[in-house]
């Protein structure tokens, strides 16, 4: 039997009779059973759109073409997140970023510091070894001869003979005070040029290391920076799975509402080639009920899927701007750490520039002591108390000044059997002899 050749039944009822599938609309009208049938013999117009295999659409079309006017659930634009866009600036970047060039400006200009303040140490100590070593050769070299003096000294036995040398020791030993006193005072000059210095350098290095402090705390902040931009990047990498999951329901769903849109529009023409306008204007079967509930369902998955990738392309434009914010602060963490190693090599040269300052002012004073000390006529060898202690100043001042002259005779050789005969001198009442002044 053809479609076309099905016998409807007799006619029992307005009311809709589930086992003959009577039409509501129309219960007198001899094709209803015809147009009920072909309803069943096409899926489409008996499936709820939407609820068949593939996604659901909210739209929804009853058994017969009756609409089941249910509260259209309008599914949520594209995933439903709303995009949450990272700031293409940082602000916190780059607050950060211009502290880091400040550190820069401040690193640079302590460098030039640092290369004036060495410069003027090493000027200064220059002046003071040139300036000293002349004088100090000659002392040196006479400390020698009275060293040789000395030891004649101990030796002689003749009264005339020990008053003259005495007298000859205690020459030399003025000469020597004078000569000693002068560089004393060029050796204080020195000192209190480099105190100012000294000032200056304790000064920056306290300013290089209050900087590299802040450098340290400038990279941790980055480092935390990094790790929230990759948190930030790693949610927004869900943003564009959800968002491609979102796309790929929405581009089910409107090829399932476009097939079931055809298979309603055959219908259509079908029915329509059977009853003619009337079909049509009764939509006897609900096939225009159902093709405009196919074509909204249609409009709503493209609407889906637009917004879908709208909030694709949201969500990668957030991950770029997160990777390259991620980049950029790479960027500057060597700079930073190099910031870093260069304030640590600045503060380990101001360190060793401020222990050449203090070890400088230390020597000139001991310098200015021990020439001092030759002068004392009463208490001989007030600081230095024996030979021995002459020796090892004078060792020290001729290795400050680099003297050309280098310390010889008994006071290197055998300075313990010098300190008896150099208290007889200091105690003896027999005036110094004619001064041959070194200066």
Known sequence: MSLFEIEAPPLRSHKYDQHEGLHPVCPHFRYCFIINKLSERMPVLNTRIGMGPGPQIPHSVGVGGMMDHQPMLRPSRGSGILPVQLPRKNPELMKLTDEAQSLRADSERLSREMTRISGELQHDYSDFTNSLRPPSDKAIARITQLGAKIVQLSSETRPSARDALVAGCKADAIALHNAFDSAHGTAKLSMERAAKEEVDITYDASQAETKEARARDIIVLLNDLISSQNRELATQRDRINTAMHAAKIAREARDEAQRKLDSA???????????????????????????????????????????????????????????????????????????????????????????????????????????????????????????????????????????????????????????????????????????????
């Open 265 to 439: 529009k055959s219908g259509r023409d079908l029915r329509n080639a059977f009853l003619g306008p009337l079909g049509d204007a009764l939509d006897i079967g609900g096939l225009n009920s159902q093709i405009n509930a196919a074509k909204g369902a249609l409009n709503d998955a493209e609407n889906n899927l637009s917004t879908a990738q709208q909030d694709y392309k949201s969500a990668e434009d957030a991950v770029n701007d997160a990777r390259g914010e991620v980049d950029r602060i790479n960027g500057y963490l060597p700079d930073l750490q190099n910031l870093r190693e260069t304030f640590r090599r600045e503060r380990t040269q101001f360190d060793t520039l401020h222990g050449k300052m203090h070890d400088f002012v230390n020597l000139c004073l001991d310098v200015a002591v021990f020439f001092g000390s030759l002068t004392a006529q009463s208490s001989p060898m007030q600081f230095v108390h024996t030979a021995k202690g002459l020796a090892d100043m004078v060792l020290k001042v001729q290795g400050i000044v680099e003297s050309n002259v280098k310390l010889a005779g008994p006071f290197l050789t055998a300075p313990d059997g010098l300190d008896a005969t150099l208290k007889q001198i200091a105690q003896s009442t027999v005036p110094p002899g004619p001064i041959d002044e070194l200066m």
